[in-house]
Every structure is written in C-alpha cells, then in structure tokens.
C-alpha cells in the first residue's frame, strides 16, 4: 500500500528565515497532495494542495513543489512568523474500488523563533 | 471546517466498556472518516465511508465499528476490543464529486479525547 515519508520530524528556524519540509510517496497512482497545519490541541487546517497536473501551486507565503518522476513533494514557508509555528502533515491519495483515501506522513514540529 | 462537529470533546471510559463518539456534518458532504492520533505518529485511518449504508476499513480498524445510517453523521464505537484506546479522534469529511469535477479536500472536526481510566 501507499506509503509517505515525511522529514525532518523536528524544524527550528529563526524568524523571517524560510522552512522546507518534504514527503515522499510510492504509489505512482497517487495525484493529489495536500498540506495540514495542526496547531497543539487543535484540528488539522488545509493549508495548500497541490495535484499531479501542476508541478508547483504558490498561496502568499507558502508553496508546494512537486515531481512526480521522483515521487516527492515539498512544503516551502518563506518569511517565517512565530504564528506559522505548529505541526504540519503531508498527505497523498490512494484511489481504488471507486473510494478515495489519504495516507499521512508523521508530521513536522516547526517552531519559528522570535 | 465549521461545519463538522463531534462530541463530547473530552470522553473517560473505564476499561471493558464500549463508548461511542459522534461526528456530524452539514456541509452534505458525501465522505466521511475517522483518524486517530497519537503522539509522533500522525494521522492513521480508522474507517471511512464514501456513502450512506457503506464503508470500508481503513488501517488500524481492529476494535472499532462505524455506521454511516444517515449522509450527516458517521458515529464511530470504540469497544473493549481496542487494546489501547487513549487517543486523540478527529473525523473529516470530503465532497468526492461536485459537477463531474472529483474533490479530495477533506476538512476535520475539533477532535474528541479519549482517555481511558
């Protein structure tokens, strides 16, 4: 079955600086890739997605990059604010007998200092 | 996101008894599923359900049951099965479909915390 990797598990940055975190993922079939911010005690919030007919899908600070012949996507936070500090998730699709369900990586901490 | 609730938010179960947890949505979304979450071990699927009076297992689903009876509410049922229950339970759902155009997003409820005494 699908499977997702996601690195580093723990990111600290200083304030302003930019943050990447990346997932690998391996089942080909896969095409569409979301982003969660999970902030403690709180549910997971959709902060961008991307689908495997775009290479790279920008929002304000934040950008999602993604190749498929390698299998990997990355989440890219420029100018980094104490507020971007939370857990994030990467997630990829699996589709099959008409249903569809996400697999998530494990989660970044990032924590942005002041 | 609004849109989904579950409840309670906190729920303590004594060991050997079933507890049932709630997730209701009025977006009229078609999907529906259950995560739980533990600490560095993201999200894993428990059961979803892509329509009324159908689901599928996910992942993790030994010691839980589900039923999807109406297209607003996925109640999941934690029974004594379930060798280590304390977790944090969040529900999500997703539209799948909207004018032959297919949409993943799925958007989460607040969560219930199970603790079990």
């Known amino acids: 079955g699908e499977n997702v990797e996601q690195h580093p598990s723990t990111l600290s940055v200083q304030e302003g600086d930019s943050a990447v975190i990346k997932c690998t993922y391996s089942d080909s079939a896969s095409n569409y890739f979301p982003w969660y911010k999970q902030e403690l005690g709180k549910r997971p919030q959709l902060i961008i997605d991307i689908r495997s007919n775009v290479g790279e899908k920008k929002d304000q600070r934040i950008a999602v990059t993604l190749n498929k012949t390698a299998k990997h996507f990355s989440l890219h936070i420029t100018e980094t604010q104490p507020e971007d500090s939370a857990v994030y998730f990467c997630?990829?699709?699996?589709?099959?007998?008409?249903?569809?369900?996400?697999?998530f990586g494990k989660g970044t901490k990032l924590t942005v200092n002041p | 996101d609004g849109g989904i609730t579950q409840s309670p938010k906190y729920l303590f179960r004594k060991e050997g008894q079933n507890v049932t947890l709630s997730c209701e949505q009025n977006l009229n979304h078609d999907a529906m599923y259950w995560y739980r979450q533990d600490p560095g071990q993201g999200l894993r699927l428990i059961y979803y359900s892509q329509i009324v009076n159908d689901f599928q297992k996910g992942d993790i689903a030994e010691g839980y049951s589900v039923s999807r009876e109406k297209k607003e509410s996925f109640p999941l049922t934690v029974t004594s099965a379930q060798k280590n229950p304390t977790a944090f339970y969040l529900c999500?759902?997703?539209?799948?479909?909207?004018?032959?155009?297919?949409?993943?997003?799925?958007?989460f409820g607040p969560g219930t915390r199970l603790t079990v005494l």
């Open positions: 997630a990829a699709s699996i589709t099959g007998g008409g249903s569809e369900k996400l697999v």
């Open positions: 999500a759902s997703s539209r799948v479909m909207l004018a032959g155009v297919r949409h993943n997003e799925q958007f």
